[in-house]
């Protein structure tokens, strides 16, 4: 089955310590993101990559890092999480181009105390 | 620099028509898209339109396009209880390196 798969699910951490968010996609896609959405703001993109080894900002990357070692995983890191990265977190994937479809995991949420 | 404006909230009678507004600033957009997400769910494309077409009919669903007013719009005809979920609209401008440009989502609540 296709699908875009992310860990954890829900996640309840403190100030300051490190964690990552793992992304994975099983549909050889080149293209992935992670956004975050908040109530009233809708998705905001915080990275994207095109391909292995190649990433980019999108429009809140602060206090954020991405990595893309290879195609199937773009894992979501946080070196030191603040209160105000509480958020709902998507990761989604799509094969390339304008008209394909962006494919969504079915979010992570993160607290942080 | 781009937005994508949406109500936040509708709320329709199940069996009428429901319609959620959408309005962009962007004349470049290329792809313009209606996603549907379920309470504690992803996101799950439900339709979208090129920018050359006015209208789009898929069942229940009609996109029109008025790219004139940087208008789109998602009409759910017969809405269903199962229709409750908050929908989002995006586009994709030209040179945008396919970043997808979002509303904040409108949420649809039906009453019986």
């Known amino acids: 089955e296709a699908q875009v798969t992310q860990n954890p699910r829900y996640l309840i951490t403190v100030t300051g310590k490190k964690l990552t968010v793992t992304c994975s996609q099983n549909?050889?896609?080149?293209?992935m993101s992670w956004y975050r959405q908040d109530p009233g703001l809708g998705l905001r993109q915080i990275y994207y990559s095109m391909n292995v080894e190649v990433t980019d900002k999108g429009d809140v990357p602060e206090g954020y890092k991405v990595s893309r070692k290879e195609k199937r995983n773009f894992p979501l890191i946080l070196e030191s999480p603040s209160p105000n990265q509480t958020s709902l977190y998507f990761c989604a994937s799509n094969l390339a181009g304008a008209g394909d479809t962006q494919y969504f995991g079915p979010g992570t949420r993160l607290t942080v105390l | 620099g781009e937005d994508v404006e949406q109500s936040l909230f509708l709320s329709v009678r199940e069996g009428d028509s429901s319609v959620i507004n959408c309005t962009y600033t962007d004349s470049s957009s290329t792809y313009l898209y209606w996603y549907k997400q379920e309470p504690g769910a992803g996101l799950q494309l439900l339709t979208y339109?090129?920018?050359n077409m006015d209208m789009k009919q898929d069942q229940r669903l009609t996109v029109l396009l008025n790219k004139k007013d940087k208008h789109l719009s998602l009409r759910i005809a017969d809405t269903q209880t199962g229709d409750s979920a908050i929908y989002f609209c995006?586009?994709?401008?030209?040179?945008?390196?396919?970043?997808?440009?979002w509303g904040a989502g409108t949420k649809l609540i039906i009453k019986p």
């Open positions: 549909m050889n896609h080149e293209y």
């Open positions: 995006a586009e994709i401008p030209m040179d945008s390196n396919y970043q997808l440009i």
């Open positions: 339109i090129f920018s």
